[in-house]
């Protein structure tokens, strides 16, 4: 369903209009430039002037990186390289069983960073999920063309939830500024050149917390392999908030709580430089 654990990627639209642009600028280049060398002849033997390329744009920043209480001074790895220092990093905050109970322990951060840019989306690729699926199956009472979500599957986040709402936010604050500029560079590799990571994070966890409070059977069907969300608001909002309404409410407010500590901690002192 849209609330799916494996819901496959559709990110065909979005690389038809970058293609789109892309040729267009092109054609548009083409274009012109022989337009031009037709309507002024080019005089002979004239030197031809450098091109010194322009230099990147800087990111405009809405929401800069707070301040980190980390003092260690050592360096940071390379990214392809971050895995066991940030896990362990990260094992320090959850502890280290819930790190391996939990997180998918390669391409940390690449994931973590594409699955925030795709939670308002309305597909979330499982390929690059950060965090192993729950244990259990997805129950619905009913059949395919009237169905409701069984409340059962609520209990499958349980474990997951628990660790989430003994986690110090602060501590992991600290390693996400710790690890920033590692964050910000799968950022720019994801094809944000230009982007601010943290800008986005911010904004994601605001479409989170405008998932609604849904009362009451949440109503199914299954027009193919996976269940859908009855309600076409419910199945056209972002995949994160779909998300969060599969796992329950009391679940969701758990999630939310920490969202809202998260974003005050993000939100708070800039890094001083």
Known sequence: MGASDDDNPSRTPIIAAVVLVLAAGGGLWYFLSHRAASAVPVPIE???????????AEPAISHPLPASSDSSGQSLPALNDSDAPLLTALGAVAGPGSVQQFVVPE???????????????????ASKRPVLPVSGV???DGDELHATLDSANF????????VLRDLDMQRLVDVYVRYYPLFQSAYQDLGYPNGYFNDRLIEVIDVLLKTPEVTGPVQLVRPNVLYEYADPGLEARPAGQKLLIR??????AVVKAKLMELRADLTAAPVKK
């Open 155 to 162: 209990a499958r986040y349980r474990p997951l939830i628990d």
């Open 138 to 140: 997805f129950h619905a």
């Open 247 to 252: 796992i329950g409410p009391e679940n969701a």
């Open 46 to 56: 004239q030197p031809q002037a450098s091109v010194v390329p322009a230099p990147a």
């Open 107 to 125: 391409n940390v951060i690449r994931r973590v960073v594409a699955t925030v840019d795709n939670l308002p989306r309305q597909r979330l690729p």
